[in-house]
């Protein structure tokens, strides 16, 4: 009687992780809104401090966005949202 044993494929494991790590910390929904025409352009999220200790602010200083009614792309302005669900 010869028992044969048999050997998983998984023998390389791709991720060593199930899932990735979510970061911590609260997202914050910022309203993006145009500094000419006032009108809103969008909604972004933030991390008020991202793991390297950097502010929003950082980043989205040096975003642009495009705004549809001046039709070009404007230096935001950033307004917090408050969620309540
Ligand atoms: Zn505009």
Do not use: N
């Not at 060593?16 to 972004?44: D, H, L, N, W």
């Amino acid at each position: 009687m010869a028992l044969k044993r048999e050997i998983p494929l998984a023998s390389s494991v791709p991720l060593p992780y199930p899932s990735p790590v979510m970061p911590r910390g609260k997202r914050t929904v910022f309203a993006v809104t145009c500094p000419e025409s006032g009108g809103r352009i969008g909604t972004i999220r933030f991390h008020k401090q991202d793991k390297m200790g950097v502010a929003w602010k950082e980043h989205a200083g040096k975003l642009m966005k495009y705004c549809s009614v001046c039709r070009k792309h404007v230096k935001p302005k950033f307004k917090e949202e408050r969620h309540s669900k």
